[in-house]
């Protein structure tokens, strides 16, 4: 099982997290944004993919971040 939720600070109901996208052609910098009571790892978004029929082609983590590469 890879990495939980960021550890929780204050009573806030939702966190955030910054993300870098590479496309083939260029990189896009976005966020997203959830409810700190939803499970998210590795395996969560694994298997969200796998049920959009995406393919991992690459994953590692450590520590508290992971990294998941797919294709479709």
């Not at 790892?41 to 992971?66: H, P």
Request: glycine share 6%; hydrophobic share 30%.
């Amino acid at each position: 099982m890879g990495p939980e939720n960021p550890r929780r600070h204050g009573n806030y109901r939702t966190y955030a997290i910054r993300l870098k996208i590479a496309l083939p052609n260029e990189q896009v910098e976005t966020g997203y944004g959830t409810i700190w009571d939803k499970a998210q790892n590795l395996e969560y978004f694994k298997q969200l993919a796998k049920k959009a029929k995406f393919k991992t082609v690459k994953e590692w983590s450590r520590g508290s971040v992971f990294y998941l590469e797919m294709c479709k």
